[in-house]
């Protein structure tokens, strides 16, 4: 294994008595780019990020995360990462500000930078007002906020995400998104988000692995899940309005699905392949009804968990 | 070892043991009853020895059977004098121990089991902290309070007793050699066994009440060595402090040796 690669799994198992927790996972993670992992409880996420960071031993196979094996190099290696956990596991005993004190000292980060850092954390995620209160009485979100926090505070290399958004109002999951897109980009460190929230993948991740009881069922970017795991299209058709009746009469003659027709001369049509899409559009024109524009949906990754339910199922 | 880590992990601890109740209540109430309240007790000796019908019993007749050691220690006392330094001195030593194992026992139930139930110990398992950093730093976390309260602990204990003997003896009792060799050398591996214990247990359970339950049975050792010094199966000279404290310090050992091969990264994320 080599390469500008920040994540390389290759065959990485873990076992729990019976149960494979994670199956034979291969993937790559090239630096600076941001990585989700979907699936659902149970798909083997939690577990893959356990191994990364040399927490947890792998049954099989092998992993490098920056160049280390977390298994041979787990300190070094968890310098440089971050982790946020799916449960916030803040000492709720703690102030706000002891809570961000203790990870920078346990991060390594030189005592002379622990104040600065800590205050810079409070103000980026919105915590000053409350730094010297105990976590103990913060709500969902701002405990979220302050483990988020903490995952950052030695600036990791790799920061690793389980359900970030999770609990927080749509203005700071914006806010969050928006730090993680920075994270990657501005100081091109590398994100392996875990989530559930599709429009949140879709959004942050270039690309994308889909878990299913512990094995990988897809990887890729949007476009090529879409291309490889949707056949069909969704696609809109803008046609003359007096004709759109007639329009939609003959589609459905034909058995093609029209999804929406609510809006005169814009027919949205779904459950047409791909490749049958151009010859449909062809016959119809031939009609001598007047098509003004085609214009294709690219599935959203939404299309493509769904279409990968069925693998899913398979792999349960 | 990382100096800091650790020291950070150990300040970190106490402060959020100092913020429970269920941990700090029995730390202050549990030392005040047997080392300030039982010792101010024996002023009382005389007054309960001189109620009309008394029916204290002669303190040779109780320890008719005890080592010669104690007999000839509590020579040239009269009778009052004599229950108050046997209870004093003598009584009260292996109940002493009982200090530094509860005060182990309570701290490392929160420290180990009660991180678990907190759901804070997954967060400090990512750290760069190596398992040998965590593991020392949380068995000092308890350790070193459980000799400092001992030792301040038996400085409290030594003026009470001291000043409820003055009347009776007209000397100061303590310390004396034998506790000083039980505070310096058995009260640390007393602790040791609270702490080795409660690690052990802590491996088995998920919350604080239930570590601190099961990790009860640890005082039984102790309780063992007071019943023994109560009915005078023997009595607690250097030597025999000496031994119990040698005897202590290899079940720690075994027990940390234990400790170890359980508090594994792998192992306690698994639990989780």
Known sequence: ?316 | MNRRAILSIIRKDLKVVAQSKAVVLPLILVPAILFVVLPALAAFIPSLAKLPGSNMPRLDVLLSGAPPGLAAALSGYNETQKYAVWMLVYLMAPMFLILPVMVASVIAADSFAGEKERKTLEALLYTPTSDVDLFVAKTLSAWVPAWLVTGLGFVVYSLVADLTAWNLVGKLILPNLTWTVMVIWVAPAAAGLGLGTMVLVSSRVRTFQEAYQLGGIVVLPIVLLVVGQATGVMYFDVGLVALVGLVLWAIDVALLWLGVRLFRRDELIAQL
């Open chain 1, 1 to 316: 294994m080599g390469g500008n690669f920040a994540i390389q799994t290759r065959d990485l198992t873990r076992r729990f008595g019976e149960l494979v927790a994670v199956d034979h996972l291969s993937f790559e993670v090239e630096s600076g780019e941001i990585f989700g992992v979907l699936g659902h409880n149970g798909a083997g996420k939690t577990t893959t990020v356990r191994m990364l960071n040399g927490v947890l031993g792998a049954s099989e196979g092998s992993a490098r995360v920056l160049g280390l094996d977390p298994a041979a190099d787990g300190v070094s290696l968890r310098r440089q990462t971050g982790v946020l956990t799916e449960t916030p596991s803040i000492e709720e005993r703690l102030t706000a500000r002891d809570n961000l004190s203790l990870y920078a000292a346990l991060y390594d980060v030189p005592p002379g930078q622990v104040a600065g850092r800590v205050e810079e954390l409070l103000t980026t995620f919105d915590l000053v007002d409350r730094a010297d209160e105990k976590a103990g009485g913060f709500s969902k979100g701002m405990k979220q906020r302050l483990a988020l926090a903490r995952a950052l505070v030695h600036h990791p290399q790799v920061l690793f995400l389980d359900e970030p958004t999770a609990g927080l109002d749509p203005v700071l999951a914006r806010a969050v998104h928006d730090l993680i897109i920075q994270h990657s980009q501005r100081e091109g460190h590398t994100v392996f988000l875990c989530t559930h929230n599709l429009v949140e993948a879709q959004r942050l991740c270039h690309r994308v692995a889909v878990l299913g009881r512990g094995r990988l069922l897809a990887l890729g970017s949007l476009q090529e899940l879409g291309r490889q795991w949707v056949t069909t299209l969704k696609t809109t058709l803008e046609v003359e309005p007096e004709r759109s009746a007639e329009a939609v009469k003959w589609l459905s003659a034909r058995g093609v699905e029209v999804a929406d027709h609510t809006v005169p001369g814009r027919l949205t049509i779904q459950g047409v392949g791909r490749d049958d899409t151009p010859a449909l559009v062809r016959s119809l024109a031939d009609q001598g009804i007047p098509i003004f524009a085609v214009i294709p949906q690219e599935p959203t990754l939404e299309d493509v968990y769904f279409a990968l339910q069925g693998e899913m199922e398979v792999a349960a």
